[in-house]
């Protein structure tokens, strides 16, 4: 069974930075690209960043271009999301997902192409 742990979430006031971080046990992490997304009240999961098996091309939404990074450390079976000049508009629960296919080049945006997901951070960010 794969599961995904995320933390770091919080409350921050505008301008301000948050890094969370996603643990991933049950499939070889390694293998698989991971991806960011968050879910505002009221508002359908969109994607924020992914990353790929490798580390080695990422992709971002336009919205979160200059002030989100992700990465993964393949040792510790993590992938973070580094989030800095946070906005209001910002506030979600962001999620971390597991990509399907195995060492795959192409970086997705689509809920669907995760088949694993993790149980939320809210992040909420004060104005």
């Known amino acids: 069974q794969v599961v995904l742990v995320e933390s770091g979430g919080g409350l921050v006031q505008a301008g301000g930075s948050l890094r969370l971080s996603c643990v991933v046990s049950?499939?070889?992490?390694?293998?698989?690209?991971m991806g960011w997304f968050r879910q505002a009240p009221g508002k359908e999961r969109e994607f924020v960043a992914a990353i790929t098996w490798n580390g080695g091309s990422t992709s971002y939404a336009d919205s979160m271009k200059g002030r989100f990074t992700v990465s993964r450390d393949n040792a510790k079976n993590t992938v973070y999301l580094q989030m800095n000049s946070l906005k209001p508009e910002d506030t979600a629960v962001y999620y971390c997902?597991?990509?399907?296919?195995?060492?795959?080049?192409?970086?997705?945006?689509?809920?669907?192409?995760?088949?694993?997901w993790g149980q939320g951070t809210q992040v909420t960010v004060s104005s």
């Open positions: 997902a597991q990509d399907w296919a195995l060492r795959t080049a192409t970086l997705r945006t689509a809920p669907h192409a995760y088949d694993y």
């Open positions: 049950g499939r070889t992490f390694s293998n698989y690209a």
